[in-house]
């Protein structure tokens, strides 16, 4: 079975301080992981992939399997990156739906 | 970008009567689409996967009499909420996968949801 963790419910930091959504993971095969961002009072839309290995908004993840983690990750916060943060993970074969984790709220304080 | 509506954007029902609700991808087909449910300050559950021409696939749980999916186009997959109840009450997001060859492969584009309050 596949599985998504994220630690925290609520990460609080101050603008321009680095930050690091924690994401760990458990699957079998050959995962495809991904964050989604929900800003307040919009859809869930895609940040980032781990295959496309891009810089969206300043926030970087790297897939790493020996810690079977794909940490969120952007070097200073600013006020608009305040939303829901969502990591998930699609299986390599089959209906490739995603599992989600519970969600991370980062609030950036001025 | 690929955008998905949802229709209603909220809905309030009586006991027992049924809530169709409807996921359509604007500017892209869409072999396969998903249903999930959230609850309050929870996370994106998947109910059910959703093909193009064929029956859909329900998570263990998900009762497939109570929630009909249906997915008659490329474009377009509803969501049958059956004799509902009050526990039924929740937030029903779909999504729409872009089909193999088209754009960034294995892409999961969201609705804004709908809101379910089943009095």
């Known amino acids: 079975a596949q599985r998504v963790t994220q630690p925290e419910k609520l990460l609080s930091v101050f603008k321009g301080a680095p930050v690091e959504l924690k994401c760990n993971y458990s699957y079998s095969g050959s995962p495809e992981l991904f964050w989604y961002v929900q800003y307040s009072r919009q859809r869930l839309q895609l940040l980032l992939r781990?295959?496309s290995r891009e810089s969206i908004k300043g926030f970087t993840a790297d897939l790493n399997k020996g810690e079977t983690s794909f940490h969120l990750k952007k070097p200073f916060a600013q006020e608009e990156d305040s939303a829901m943060y969502y990591c998930?993970?699609?299986?390599?074969?089959?209906?490739?739906?995603?599992?989600f984790g519970s969600g991370t709220r980062l609030q950036v304080q001025p | 970008g690929a955008v998905v509506s949802q229709h209603p954007s909220w809905v309030i029902c009586k006991s027992g009567t049924s809530v169709k609700i409807e996921c359509r991808s604007l500017d892209f087909q869409a072999t396969t689409m998903f249903w999930y449910r959230q609850f309050p300050k929870q996370s994106l559950m998947l109910m059910a996967t959703?093909?193009?021409?064929?029956?859909?696939?329900?998570e263990q749980g998900v009762e497939k009499d109570k929630f009909l999916i249906n997915h008659a186009s490329l474009t377009l997959s509803t969501l049958t909420v059956t004799s509902a109840h009050p526990e039924d009450s929740s937030f029903y997001i779909c999504s729409a996968r872009t089909s193999p060859g088209t754009g960034a492969r294995n892409t999961q584009y969201f609705g804004p949801g709908t809101r379910l309050t089943v009095l």
């Open positions: 998930a993970l699609s299986s390599d074969t089959g209906r490739r739906a995603l599992t």
């Open positions: 959703s093909n193009e021409g064929s029956k859909a696939t329900y």
């Open positions: 781990h295959i």
